[in-house]
């Protein structure tokens, strides 16, 4: 028996052949769902990545940017570690009190430390109170190919069958893939016939397990490409992880005005579309402060921060165009950039600086859109 048959046959035989999805949709009252990406390297000597982002905001001038679990231990030295489960615990109760519906975590190999952040989500005694999902990447979801193909189908399918993973569509987990061009070259898929065949296989251990097809969402930068990606692979939508225009010195309202242009960007294609909501992008700590993940990068490229009222207005329209453009958003989903991106310039995350204003301004938002719907 191939080795793809065997372990879907040993994953039916644990679970039973009729069983069924138990995660449902969080919807909230009819107005699309908001999650926000998570990536979690906020774990300092957990691993050399977590050490090198405590660097790129110990100057300082970014002191500003710490969470909350932050401490300032020197002029120039900071620690960021969020690693414990009383900090993710509040983390939930945060995001949770704001309305979100749900976070997208950035998958790693459950070895790795940049897993800790989904480990601790998924040991909460208050998980129920905020959904997840999965934001693979390219790169690493492609490394050695079909063989490695077996274990992570297992993996996401144990994932689909926790009771707050998010679905849309009527009981289809949500996923998203970004860096998709990752997915081929040396050392990983040797051809998109072969991603495409890896995902067609994904697809079918699900519907064989008892549970709706994934609903997948490819994320990039270029229209154009992520359509060409998508009907490669046999996606079902197409999105953004972070959004930039390259522009010097801007403000937050010409961010905010670029990706809301891109919705209609994306819509153009014929795809449907999971807006992105942006909290900004300002790399300048990176630039500062090289890490070994992002080669170059200009000192002058970058947009202010946005004040909470800016933000609670770019979500306001996202959550408008998702109403004016029913076929296109589908799914009725909203993704933010993002929850934890301190040095890339995106969160959410309450602030040392800032406190919860930034999700007060989210709540507000919610809120409104709420009101708006049940007059």
Known sequence: MPVFSLMLSIILAANGATATAEAEASTGPDRPIVGAIRWDAWHGDASSVGLTVEQTLAPKHWHYRLPFFGKVVGENAVEARGHTQEIVDQEIAYAADAGLDYWAFVIYPPEEALSLGLRLYLSSAHKHRINFCLDLQGGWEGRDGMKAWPERIERYLRLFREPTYQTVLDGRPLVYLYSVEGLVGPGRFETWEEARAAFDQLREATVQAGMPTPYIVAQGWSPDTLKEQAERLGLDAIGAYASSAGEKAATYAQLAAHTERWWDAFKATGMPVVPLV?????????????????????????????????????????????REHPDAAEAQAILIYAWNEFDEGGWICPTLSEGTARLDAIRDALRAAESASAR
Do not use: F, N, S
Not at 284 to 294: A, C, G, L, Q
Not at 298 to 321: F, M, N, R, S, V
């Open 278 to 322: 942006t909290a900004g992008w300002d790399m300048r700590p990176r630039v500062e402060t090289p890490v070994p993940w992002v080669e170059g990068g200009d000192i002058e490229q970058y947009y202010e921060a946005p004040t909470p009222e800016e933000l609670g207005a770019h979500l306001g329209k996202a959550i408008a165009w998702c």
